[in-house]
């Protein structure tokens, strides 16, 4: 199935959670807030998200700096 | 009523004088995004502010922060709550010493509409923007502000309705791209600018 990724066609091999998609990109959990279908989920909300065909994720990444 | 509110009141005319004066707002951080997004807002009118920042001044903050030489050692949040009154003297400030954490943000911030995020940490500023969804608050928020140049790279990112991001989402502070002033003061402006849009609503 594809999804979308900031903007970007991705291919998934099986139904997925959130949590676990991010856990497999390896992508640095404690910095970033990710937007799932125009909204935004809470990482402890991330394991209820399965994955499906046509999901649109963004993935923003905060820097640091105050 | 002092000569600054006065002035404001007859310069907005009483209806957005009073949305302005009677906004909550919330501002985790005290440092160069935090202390200059207060100073933009008790200009504008803003009189209900409540400031967090564990943290206390030092010499290394002067070069952006609104602080000045006499206050190095001090609480932030207690010298700024001082500098603040000296522009607006009939300020409701809540100021609190403690280090925000996932734990207390909640505590800290219930009582704010308007949430303000001026935070160092990549990690904390995610944990206050997510706190802030789930809490149904608005948000604006910094990311990639250090450095100098290119200054119009630092835009207001419209997440959604109740979240916006300013910055230009990558100059992470780094020993080579320490923070400055004009970034920093640029997108606490917008930050400060984003709140005063919510509350006044799109100006012309």
């Known amino acids: 199935m594809n999804i979308m990724i900031n903007g970007e066609k991705a291919e998934l091999r099986d139904t997925i959670s959130l949590q676990r998609w991010v856990e497999e990109q390896n992508i640095p959990h404690t910095t970033v807030i990710i937007e799932y279908n125009g909204e935004i989920i809470p990482e402890e909300r991330w394991g209820y998200v399965e994955l499906k065909q046509g999901d649109q994720l963004e993935i923003l990444k905060f820097v640091g700096g105050g | ?204």
């Open chain 2, 1 to 204: 009523m002092n000569p600054l509110l006065e002035c404001l009141k007859n310069t907005l005319g009483e209806k957005p004088f009073s949305r302005l004066t009677g906004a909550k707002i919330g501002i985790a951080g005290a440092g160069g995004l935090g202390s200059n997004a207060a100073m933009h807002l008790v200009r504008s009118g803003c009189q209900d502010l409540t400031i967090v920042d564990f943290d206390r001044i030092e010499a290394s903050n002067l070069n952006r922060q609104f602080y000045f030489a006499d206050q190095v050692g001090r609480f932030k949040v207690v010298a700024l709550a001082e500098n603040l009154k000296r522009i607006n003297p009939d300020l409701h400030l809540r100021i609190e010493t403690e280090e925000i954490g996932k734990e207390n943000i909640e505590y800290l911030f219930a009582d704010c509409d308007l949430w303000l995020e001026a935070l160092d940490r990549a990690e904390v500023k995610k944990l206050f923007v997510e706190a802030a969804v789930t809490l149904g608050k608005k948000v604006v928020s910094a990311s990639g502000i250090a450095g100098w140049g290119n200054s119009d790279a630092l835009r207001i990112h419209q997440i959604n309705s109740k979240l916006v991001i300013v910055g230009d989402l990558t100059s992470e502070v780094a020993q080579h791209r320490p923070p400055m002033s004009p970034r920093v003061s640029i997108a606490a402006a917008k930050e400060a600018d984003v709140v005063l849009t919510w509350i006044l609503g799109q100006g012309d």
